[in-house]
């Protein structure tokens, strides 16, 4: 059964660099894997995506190893409005079946 | 803002009756996506239609069911609901049907079944 499984939660500070893992259980072979950002009450919104290594942009980096088995979202230098949930997302095998993950929610305190 | 329109914000209904929830996709937007966030259950993917067709399947109950209109907006039909159903109901628009991708998601329904 694919899963898609990353921390329930994570407390930071203003500043610091935060990395939030995701494992990818059974992802598809030309799948790539994508990374959202949740406010209260609004939809989720995208952040980063990437197929392999590294990928930045001006708000994250995304870190995925060879073996695709697993995804780093890194988020440098984190304010108060960063505090959300972040999910990631990728393809469940040949299904076509989005699997996200469970939702990491992350506390920056000052 | 998205670009990606849901109706109605709010529906409150009650168990065993049957629900619409209504999506417009950006414009030129070819893919519709249907997530179901509960408290509980986390973002769930519910069907993706591509240009008018079903692409995927994930996890809809057979009470739900969904269309794409030749215009490019889907509906989402909930039939017989239950207490359980009461849930967020997202949909995300994309311009393709498969990867690289991005997903754009509506403001969502807020369901409450009594």
């Known amino acids: 059964l694919a899963k898609t499984t990353q921390p329930i939660s994570m407390d930071s500070y203003e500043g610091q660099e935060v990395n939030i893992t995701c494992s990818h259980n059974n992802i598809a072979t030309n799948d790539y894997i994508t990374w959202y950002q949740q406010f209260p009450s609004q939809g989720p919104r995208f952040i980063i995506q990437g197929y392999k290594t590294k990928v930045t942009n001006e708000v994250a980096s995304l870190f995925i190893p060879a073996d695709r088995k697993s995804s780093t979202l890194s988020l440098p230098r984190v304010s108060l409005s960063d505090t959300a949930v972040y999910y990631c997302?990728?393809?469940?095998?040949?299904?076509?079946?989005?699997?996200f993950g469970q939702g990491t929610t992350l506390q920056v305190k000052p | 803002d998205s670009g990606v329109t849901q109706t109605p914000k709010h529906l409150i209904t009650a168990t065993g009756q049957r629900v619409t929830l209504r999506c417009s996709p950006r414009?030129?937007?070819?893919?519709v996506y249907w997530y179901q966030q509960s408290l509980d259950q986390g973002l769930q993917f519910l069907i993706h239609y591509y240009n008018g067709e079903e692409r995927a399947k994930g996890n809809i109950l057979e009470r739900f069911s969904a269309q794409q209109f030749p215009d490019l907006h889907s509906e989402l039909n909930l039939s017989s609901l239950e207490l359980g159903d009461s849930a967020l109901y997202f949909c995300?628009?994309?311009?393709?049907?498969?990867?690289?991708?991005?997903?754009?998601f509506g403001p969502g329904t807020r369901l409450t079944v009594l």
């Open positions: 414009s030129g937007d070819l893919s």
């Open positions: 995300a628009s994309s311009l393709r049907a498969g990867d690289p991708d991005t997903q754009y």
């Open positions: 997302l990728s393809l469940s095998g040949n299904t076509g079946k989005l699997i």
